[in-house]
T-cell receptor
């Protein structure tokens, strides 16, 4: 079974609108972390936001927020007020185990977001 | 945020040659670095975990004799693709782990390898 599933290969959003990128995960480990990365065409991976499995509140970082629904094992990324520069590939990733242990990341297949005028 | 560099950013080589890619954490010490491979329009696949002063841990299916990893210092890990072939052409990305509360990985800009 896939550990990280991103079901939207591509998404379009109009500038200034909000968009939600879906991510579901599968783990039996009670301790895990969820990450979202942005990869523009240049190839670099840009960290956006992090959610720990024990965090009580949904993570927020500027225009990015993470809709964490633990019972449904989903960690959707919400981008508010989309900008043209948000056009990129977005990856959801998971690290299993406690902080301090081997922190391998497993990535989803990604969602390509295109922001239009 | 922390800075991780990779060198070279792009390399073209002939089949049968070896290529070395360097990954450096510029402003922090990284006990653990990771090497990923990404094919066009695909996700990142972890190749190996590089630990300073010890042998790398390779993921299943990754040939350790083909992809040599050396983590000689707390700021440098190298990946050597030995006897490269066209099927080794890919985008290779390294990351360095920093203990900032959730072991964030800071990624390098990647190296695009083309084997002719």
């Amino acid at each position: 079974a896939q550990k990280i599933t991103q079901t939207q290969p591509g998404m379009f959003v109009q500038e200034k609108e909000a968009v939600t990128l879906d991510c579901t995960y599968d783990t039996s480990d009670p301790s895990y972390g969820l990450f979202w990365y942005k990869q523009p065409s240049s190839g670099e991976m840009i960290f956006l936001i992090y959610q720990g499995s024990y965090d009580q509140q949904n993570a927020t970082e500027g225009r990015y927020s993470l809709n964490f629904q633990k019972a449904r094992k989903s960690a959707n990324l919400v981008i508010s007020a989309s900008q043209l520069g948000d056009s990129a590939m977005y990856f959801c990733a998971m690290r299993e185990g406690h902080t301090g242990t081997a922190s391998k990341l497993t990535f989803g297949t990604g969602t390509r977001l295109q922001v239009t005028l | 945020g922390a800075v991780v560099s990779q060198h070279p950013s792009r390399v073209i080589c002939k089949s049968g040659t070896s290529v070395k890619i360097e990954c450096r954490s510029l402003d922090f010490q990284a006990t653990t670095m990771f090497w990923y491979r990404q094919f066009p329009k695909q996700s990142l696949m972890l190749m190996a975990t590089s630990n300073e002063g010890s042998k790398a841990t390779y993921e299943q299916g990754v040939e350790k004799d083909k992809f040599l990893i050396n983590h000689a210092s707390l700021t440098l890990s190298t990946l050597t693709v030995t006897s490269a072939h066209p099927e080794d052409s890919s985008f290779y990305i390294c990351s360095a782990e920093r203990d900032n509360g959730y072991n964030e990985q800071f990624f390098g800009p990647g190296t695009r390898l083309t084997v002719l």
